[in-house]
């Protein structure tokens, strides 16, 4: 019998479009856009660990599917998740989010200590701003990077 196997945990991070503030991630809404999220990725056999979010952007943290490519599941979320706040959330008829993302790999060793980052974004993000974030991660990973495009 053959197999195909895999365990790849996937930590996400994209911003709204200009990195405005989305009224779902200022609003009480924002747990039930997480809840939303997670359903989206369980639907797509991409098992949630956690998804939470801050002002602008969103940390989608999951086990990805063997049978699926990142950008596909990145985009899903996206789309079904835009259609959503612009649906339920009052004055988002033109809510968008960037073009882009950034993926990481986690090891099953740092899942825990990468989940409670996740959950405690307001706490963090009372001492270091989005950009600082984004940029301090893509380092770590030695991602080679635009910063500019983190503002569209």
């Known amino acids: 019998m053959v197999q195909s196997l895999g365990r790849v945990f996937v930590h996400v991070v ?14 009480p809404t924002i747990a039930e856009l997480n809840e939303y999220m997670a359903g989206i990725l369980d639907n797509l056999g991409c098992p949630p660990v956690w998804v939470n979010g801050y002002l602008e952007h969103m940390h989608p943290f999951f086990v990805l599917s063997r049978t699926l490519a990142i950008s596909r599941v990145v ?23 960037q073009r882009g993302y ?25 001492r270091k701003a989005f950009l600082n974030e984004i940029r301090g991660m893509l380092l770590k990973a030695g ?10």
């Open 102 to 126: 950034a993926a990481f790999s986690v090891s099953p060793g740092r899942v825990e200590r990468t989940r409670k980052y996740i959950e405690g974004q307001e706490a963090h993000h009372r």
């Open 143 to 152: 991602a080679e990077f635009d910063e500019r495009l983190w503002s569209e």
């Open 75 to 97: 985009g899903e979320l996206k789309t079904a998740s835009t259609k959503w706040v612009r649906e339920r959330v009052p004055g988002s008829s033109d809510f968008e989010w």
């Open 14 to 27: 994209f911003a709204t479009k200009l990195r405005r503030p989305s009224p779902a991630l200022l609003m």
